[in-house]
């Protein structure tokens, strides 16, 4: 299902334009009221910043705001409630947009893996790279779209789709608590 019209390269624009808004709101001062009225929201606030940490132009506020509750909040709480509101997030990119990204990066894993080493990746000995790197990448502050996509182009089940998305966004939203609560 297409959801917004075709462009090349739309989801890295769409992370740069969502890093500098979120860089420009930083320094807003209702932006600050925002985050604190997150903060008083408790952990339905980390569920909400949970979701926002997954999508690639809201990626940079989510982290911002969990950062901000990271302050206030039990951070092994934190991390769970963010971690439910990412995979809620990941359920719904897995359904509705997973398609759309997997055509845009469909061609460029066919060029680097090419027809052998795609049948290769795609046999019961190797069919796990897929799912792999698409954990991989839903831990790292990548968005998730990308890990989504992988995810889907091994036909995962949503069982274990949801299984590593919990587990990958439970260990990256302990990072990222973790770094903001060391810095």
Known sequence: MKILPYWKHRNPVLLILGLGIAVIFSQLPWFKDFLGQMGELGYLGALIAG?????????????IILMTLAKTLSPVELIIFAAIGAVISDFLI????????EEEIAP?????????????????????????????????????????????????????????????????MFLLVSASLII
């Open 108 to 172: 460029i894993y066919d060029k680097i893996t090419g027809s052998h080493l795609k049948k290769i990746l795609h046999t019961k000995y190797f069919g796990w790279t897929l799912p792999v790197l698409g954990a991989f990448v839903i831990v790292s502050p990548l968005p998730d779209e990308l890990g989504v996509s992988l995810l889907g182009m091994s036909e995962i089940k949503t069982g274990k789709f949801l299984l590593i998305s919990s587990i990958s966004h439970t260990i990256g």
């Open 94 to 101: 897995f359904y509705f947009v997973k398609d759309e990204v």
């Open 51 to 63: 979701m926002l940490f997954v999508s690639t132009f809201t990626i940079a506020t989510g982290a």
